[in-house]
């Protein structure tokens, strides 16, 4: 792969890592650890491609990529459900995960299903969200990666470097919106316990 490729998995490594520490400092881990998945995926793009070793490091990207994508998204809509007010037991989450992942590495389809399937259910609870004039905007952003993966990764219509770079500098700007989902849907939680 030509060394340029790198630098879209650079921008998700740094999103990543910024909105890893910004959420946990927030103390809302389970969005920062389901962000730490997306920001490991681009770190082992960044060794496949900086390296040489295509070849070798190909399938650890896309089982990474693929597998823990769907299970950094459970673990990021869980946060957005917990700071939205469901009570979600830890062991809840976690099982949900193992499916996820199970789902995703019994193939593409259902691991694209699945993918869909919590990407709704994140805009959907963020566009319900009481609190911030930007809801509306956030749940959108939150829901573009559906279109990024369905229309713009390996797209026909693009050249193969367009594809690869637009394809993860989207999923870059979507790591900064899921951090500023998740920031406003927590001052949305904390206005309503001190209105209450």
Known sequence: MPLHYVLSE????????????????????????????????????????ASGADEVFA?????????????GLVLIVSEIARLRGLKLPLWAVLISAGFAMLATLQGAAWGGLVFLCLLA????????????????F????????????????????LDPAASWHAYHFIIA?????????LKQTQTGSLSRALSA
């Open 10 to 49: 650079i921008a998700i490594c740094i999103a990543a890592i910024w909105g890893a520490h910004r959420l946990w400092r927030n103390r809302q881990a389970l969005g920062s650890v389901g962000v730490m998945f997306y920001g490991l995926a681009a770190l082992i793009g960044v060794i496949r491609i």
């Open 59 to 71: 399938p650890a990207h896309r089982l990474v990529s693929q597998a823990g994508g769907v299970v």
């Open 121 to 136: 259910t994140g805009a959907i609870l963020l566009a319900m969200h009481g609190g911030g004039k930007r809801k509306t």
């Open 138 to 157: 956030v749940a959108i952003w939150f829901a573009v990666m559906a279109p990024n993966i369905l229309f713009v990764r390996q797209s026909p219509a």
């Open 173 to 181: 700007v979507w790591l900064i919106a899921v951090i500023a989902g």
